[in-house]
Every structure is written in structure tokens, then in C-alpha cells.
């Protein structure tokens, strides 16, 4: 009796190592059937709406891909994974969390965190660890002269969006001549300011005030008093949906009036549309994507309408650019891996250095920088509570009209 | 002119910081806590504002009416139920603890209300009057206003009445309070009910001014703190005189050497009177 007991327990180690030997190497088939994608996002603190925004664009895309039964790799059939990790809007965090998911999560490829200051803080990750990165929400060319190799990204730089709009003023509004510039004191909204006092210039307007303000300030009275006295016809303000509804209240209240009032980045958002109600009316800005483009894409989605469809029936709202540039950065890899036929992360970063396709989001090919350098960025106008194309030609939807009262 | 512009704004301005802080000045003076769920009491406000005006067209002077006893409501019971607790630790304990609470009432509203901005639009717009050459919105005459009612509400409440009596008594000497038979426990419930409701209603009124949103719950935070340390801690007229010198500060100093510096101004100032006036510009050791 004794004896059979203990030959039966015997057998259970041997019994033990197979069942776990059956377990890993099913784990380890189930693992090769998906392909995963890291994306570190602030999804809380105050960068929390941003990375919301980020997310809904990389789900839409995983979701489609895997409706589609997965990527197609040397006649193999992946599916996608997001890999999310919150780094609480704190950039050092953000870098660890790169780390983490390069050397801990085993993730793929990867997604940039968001803004440019971020994204080139996790740059050298990629590098190091030859990770091929796509930067969906980074402009600032000052991210991409690294020399690094393994950096892409879907956002043209800083002057693309204030040279059209330029442009657009001089040739519309010849009463325009002098310009005042508010910028917050921030790495993206500075650069965006700095860039338009140079277009500015070299347009032969005369900028009669450029300030920076404090990230934080809750009260701009007394600026927007010494811009009144300057009398520009033209104010152009930088920062973000916070800071751009505020400044607008008090020119209303400070009945402050001028021909043209641009605002860079609120006003391609739905949630400053409807938070400026009627105060909103003529205001001119630019982005780097608009849901009224039309572009005949070979990615996933399609035509842009195709994937404004796709966005309203999962999200019920329409798509900004915010979101549009995640999901053509989750596009591009799908077509980069696919063209490459594996997995292997320097063949995929060649396919993806050697992008020259039509997408929903625009024309995409890559600079020797690993920036975008094919796509021209829609500048627009509020018109009746809804943003109006006025350029590139190809999906102008209206004339500039010119008074902000 | 442009003088005159910036002047009326500070003071317009300056009796809003002064709202802003009164209450965190009153729960800081009497029950020596740092109350670091302030900021977001005054966001919770304002999204009362908004939601009473967005389903009910309820402007906010009205609804200050409603917000001040539900706001002292939820404050007394959080003192009573939570804070009470530890009330008579070091004051990290308390700190520590309303950072917690803080915590989860503001990822509480990021989740109810989402982090997007909402803006209040009164509709027909209020507009704005011209006061000696210097435009000034009716919007925020009229939060003014509210704001120095508050205040001098607050002021009768510990000056003329029973209960205000007792809270002074507490914030002097909480001993000699206890011995002539002053229920601290409940006071203590008493002035944070108060302070919420102050935070409550300046809610209300900043929704009239400022786009709301959870993430907005620091800066009102760090205003409280400074008009605290300028005017004086636990002083209802200390609180208009920090809130006035801090909009004063920031308003000459972002024409003078630009908006960039007009808050690293203010803290400097704030230094500046952390060494040299502890007490603040009215400061006195309790409410008289």
C-alpha cells in the first residue's frame, strides 16, 4: 500500500514537468501570434485628454487590423496587442516606462510618448535597443536631428503650419500690417510662436509684441490691456485648449478687435468649438490633419472619409488630427511589417525608412531625419461653429473671412 | 490709460484670488490644517455652476444659494467622519490625508466629468461697462461682487454671532475654549463645513470666468496658498489684502518685464515674506 503511494507520487514530478512544458509551449505559440506595439501615454495628470485621444486612434487601428483576422507576416496571420502604460504626464517616467517595455514586456515595435519633448527623451531607447519607433504626436525638428536611425514621425515640422497660414493673411488681408504674438512658455507653443514671428517677418509684417506667458497662468488681463494699445490687426496666440479659451474670454471682455485672431492648438478640437460658443466665430488655425481631407489611401482605412466613418460609429465623435496621426502611425507599421514579410526590427525599420504610400492621413514619406516631409497641413477657419478648410487647395471648403470681434 | 486698465484689473482680479482663498485661510487658521482638497472644492463648484446652468438655465449668482449649505453639508461630514480622526496629530498627518482625499475627489471628477474644458456661456452675454477709461466685464463685476458679500458675510458670521465667537475662541486658545464649555469637535466640523462652502461658492462664481476642468484644481491651490501668506493667515480683510497685492504683482509685473515673469514674481514676493513677515500683511493672532 505504502509502497504504491509513494511510487504514484514519484511519477507527479515527471507528470508536473510535462504539464508545464505543455503550458510554455503553448504560451509560447500563443506569443508569436501577436504582434505587440508599446505606447506609453499620460493617460492621468494634465496631459490625461491628450493621451485619451491617443489611445481611441491606436485601439481604432488594432481593432480593424484583427477584425481583418491580423497582420499578414511571410504568409502568417498576427494579431495586434496595444501594450499601455501610464507615466502620469511626468517625462522621466515616460522614459522608464519605455525602458520597461523594451527590456520587461518583450513589445515589438513601439509607439513614441506624446508631445516632442518626451518623445525625444525616449529616442535614445529606441536607438540603443534598435526598436523601431514611430513619434505620432512630435513636430519639433529639434527631435529629429539626433543622426538616430530608428525614429519616425507622422508630424511635418513647426513651420509647415504657420507659413500657409501666412500666406493666406498677406494675400487675403492687405489691411494686415502689424502682428502680435502670445506664446506659452512651453517647448511645442514656444517653437510654434517662434516660427511664426519668423514667417511673420519674412512676410513683411511688422510684429509689434511678442511675450511669453507662464504654464499656469490663470489671468491675462493685463497683457491682453498692453496688446490693445498696440492695435495689431493681427493676434496670434499659442498654447493649449485651457489657455486659449481663457485668452479669448478676456479679449471679449476687453472688447479687444482685430482683422485676423489665429490660435494654435485649440481650435482643431471639437471640445474648444464648443466651449467658445460664438466667440469662436473667424478664428483661424492650422493643423496637421483635417477630417474634411480627401486622400485615397493604400493603408487599412482607406479613404479619409472611410476612417472619419469608422471613428464616428466607435467613438461617436468626429476624429482630430490628434488621434488620425496614431492611427496612421499603427498603418504604417502594419504596411512596413507586411512589405518587410517578418518581424525582424532592422528590415522593418528599412521598410519603413523606404515609406512612399498614399494614406488617409495624406501623403506619407520620411526625410533622411525620419520625419515626414510629404504632407501640407490644412489651415483652417471657425465658421459657424465648425472649422472651414481654406488650404491646400485640394480640400479648401471656403473663402477666408476676415474680422474677430 | 493702460495704468488705469491694469488697476481696475488687479482689483477686480484680487477680489477673486481673495474668494478664492478665504476659505483655505479659515480652515488653515482655526483647525491647523492645510486643506489640499481646496483646489478641487472649488472645481467641484463650478462644475455645479455649470451643470445647474447647462440643465436648468440657472445663472450662478443664483445658484450660489444652493451650492453654499450642500457644500457646508459635505464638509461638515468629511471633518466629522474623516479629518476628525486625526485632527490633533502633527500636521503631515493631516496633510497627507487631504492629499489622499484630494486625490480621489479629483480623479473622481475626471472620471465623471472627463478632463475636456467646459466654459460656461451666459447667454445673452453680460457684456462689460467702462469705468474711468478702463474697460472691466460685467461677468466678473458681478462675481466681484458676490466675492465681497462672501467675505463680509464670513466676517459678521465671526464677529457677531454665536458660533463665530466659538471659532475665534478655538483658533486663539483651543484649551481655554474647551474649559468654557465649546464643543471644539463640532466647531472644528463647523469651520471646515465653512471653508468648503467658501470653496463651493467661489466655484460657482470662477465658472462665470474661467474654463472648468479637474486639471485647473492646482493653480487655484496655489493662488489660496500664496494670498494666505501675503495677507495673513486666518484674516478675512488679510485675504482681500494678499488677493489685491497679488493681482497688483502680477498685473504690473507681467506690463513691466512680461507675462513669462509675472508668477515667479509672485513667488518671490511670497519668499520675500516668508522671511521677512511671516504673518503677512495682516496677520494677527486670531480673528478680531
Known amino acids: ?40 501615454l499620460p493617460l492621468t495628470g494634465p496631459l490625461a485628454p491628450e493621451a485619451i485621444k491617443q489611445q481611441q486612434g491606436y485601439d481604432l487601428w488594432a481593432e480593424q487590423v484583427n477584425k481583418a483576422g491580423g497582420m499578414s507576416v511571410g504568409g502568417k496571420k498576427y494579431k495586434v496587442e496595444i501594450v499601455y502604460s501610464d507615466y502620469q ?14 527590456t520587461q514586456n518583450g513589445v515589438n515595435f513601439m509607439f513614441s510618448p506624446f508631445g516632442s519633448g518626451a518623445a525625444k527623451a525616449a529616442s535614445s531607447l529606441s536607438e540603443r535597443y534598435k526598436m523601431p519607433t514611430i513619434a505620432s504626436t512630435a513636430s519639433s525638428s529639434q527631435v529629429y536631428d539626433q543622426g538616430y536611425k530608428y525614429l519616425f514621425g507622422t508630424f511635418t515640422p513647426n513651420d509647415t503650419l504657420t507659413t500657409p497660414l501666412t500666406k493666406i493673411v498677406k494675400a487675403k488681408a492687405s489691411n494686415v500690417k502689424k502682428v502680435a504674438i502670445l506664446a506659452r512658455n512651453d517647448l511645442f507653443p514656444l517653437a510654434i510662436a517662434q516660427e511664426m514671428e519668423k514667417s511673420a517677418k519674412a512676410n513683411g509684417f511688422e510684429v509689434v509684441y511678442f511675450e511669453k506667458y507662464a504654464i499656469g497662468t490663470l489671468d491675462h488681463s493685463a497683457t491682453l490691456s498692453q496688446i490693445k494699445t498696440l492695435s495689431p490687426q493681427w493676434i496670434f496666440v499659442t498654447g493649449y ?8 474670454k478676456q479679449m471679449t471682455d476687453q472688447q479687444i478687435k482685430a482683422d485676423v485672431v489665429s490660435m494654435i492648438a485649440g481650435p482643431a478640437y471639437q471640445e474648444f468649438i464648443d466651449a467658445a460658443g460664438a466667440s469662436g466665430e473667424n478664428i483661424t488655425s492650422a493643423a496637421w490633419w483635417h477630417p474634411a481631407a480627401k486622400y485615397d489611401g493604400k493603408d487599412i482605412f482607406g479613404t479619409t472619409e472611410n476612417y472619419v466613418k469608422l471613428f464616428r460609429e466607435k467613438f461617436k465623435s468626429d476624429p482630430d488630427y490628434a488621434q488620425a496621426s496614431a492611427s496612421v502611425s499603427g498603418a504604417l507599421f502594419q504596411m512596413a511589417i507586411e512589405k518587410a514579410g517578418t518581424l525582424d526590427k532592422d528590415k522593418v525599420r528599412d521598410a519603413l525608412a523606404a ?25 483652417f477657419q471657425l465658421q459657424g461653429g465648425k472649422a472651414v478648410v481654406l488650404s491646400p487647395d485640394i480640400i479648401k471648403q471656403g473663402e477666408f473671412k476676415l474680422g474677430v470681434n | 490709460m493702460l495704468a488705469a486698465q491694469i488697476v481696475v484689473n488687479a482689483l477686480v482680479l484680487g477680489c477673486l484670488y481673495a474668494c478664492i482663498a478665504i476659505g483655505f485661510s479659515l480652515v488653515w487658521g482655526v483647525l491647523n490644517v492645510i486643506n489640499l482638497m481646496h483646489g478641487s472644492f472649488i472645481v467641484l463648484g463650478a462644475y455645479f455652476a455649470w451643470s445647474l446652468y447647462q440643465g436648468f438655465h440657472i445663472a450662478p449668482w443664483y445658484a450660489l444659494a444652493i451650492a453654499a449649505p450642500l457644500f457646508f453639508l459635505f464638509g461638515y461630514v468629511i471633518q466629522r467622519l474623516i479629518l476628525n480622526r486625526v485632527i490633533t496629530a502633527p500636521v ?19 472620471y465623471y466629468f472627463k478632463a475636456d474644458y467646459r466654459k460656461l456661456i451666459l447667454t445673452p452675454p453680460t457684456g462689460s461697462v467702462s469705468i474711468a477709461g478702463a474697460v472691466v466685464p460685467v461677468d466678473r463685476l458681478i462675481a466681484t461682487a458676490a466675492a ?37 469637535n463640532s466647531i472644528y466640523a463647523i469651520a471646515f463645513g465653512l471653508g468648503t462652502a467658501l470653496a463651493g461658492c467661489a466655484g460657482v462664481l470662477m465658472a462665470l470666468i474661467f474654463p472648468i476642468s479637474p486639471l485647473t484644481s492646482t493653480a487655484y ?10 495677507g495673513g493667515l486666518g484674516s478675512v480683510s488679510g485675504a482681500l489684502a494678499g488677493g489685491i497685492l497679488l493681482a497688483l504683482i502680477e498685473g504690473v509685473g507681467s506690463a513691466m518685464i512680461g507675462p513669462a515673469h509675472a508668477i515667479t514674481l509672485s513667488f518671490m514676493l511670497l519668499i520675500a515674506f516668508l522671511i521677512l513677515r511671516p504673518q503677512g500683511l495682516l496677520g494677527r493672532k486670531g480673528f478680531e
Not at chain 1, 485648449?241 to 479669448?248: A, G, M, P, S, T
Not at chain 2, 491651490?221 to 501675503?230: D, T
Request: hydrophobic share 55%.
Open chain 2, 148 to 184: 465681497l458679500a462672501l467675505t463680509g458675510v464670513l466676517y459678521l458670521i465671526l464677529r457677531r454671532l454665536r458660533v463665530g465667537r466659538a471659532i475665534v475662541a478655538v483658533r486663539l486658545d483651543r484649551d481655554a475654549a474647551v474649559l468654557m464649555g465649546v464643543d471644539v
Open chain 1, 89 to 102: 504626464s511626468n517625462t522621466p517616467r515616460a522614459v522608464q516606462a519605455t525602458e520597461q517595455m523594451i
Open chain 2, 92 to 110: 503631515l498627518v493631516t496633510l497627507t490625508l487631504t492629499f489622499g482625499l484630494d486625490l480621489i475627489l479629483n480623479n473622481a471628477m475626471i
Open chain 2, 221 to 230: 491651490l496655489g493662488k489660496a496658498f500664496v494670498v494666505c501668506v501675503l
Open chain 1, 355 to 379: 515609406t512612399d504610400v498614399m494614406t488617409f492621413w495624406g501623403p506619407v514619406k520620411f526625410g533622411s531625419t525620419g520625419q515626414i516631409n510629404s504632407l501640407e497641413p490644412p489651415v
Open chain 1, 241 to 248: 485648449i485651457n489657455d486659449l479659451l481663457l485668452v479669448r
Open chain 1, 1 to 40: 500500500m505504502m509502497a504504491r503511494f509513494l511510487r504514484s507520487y514519484a511519477r507527479l514530478p515527471g507528470l508536473l514537468l510535462v504539464a508545464v512544458g505543455l503550458a510554455l509551449s503553448a504560451s509560447a505559440t500563443s506569443a508569436q501570434e501577436v504582434i505587440k506595439f508599446g505606447a506609453p
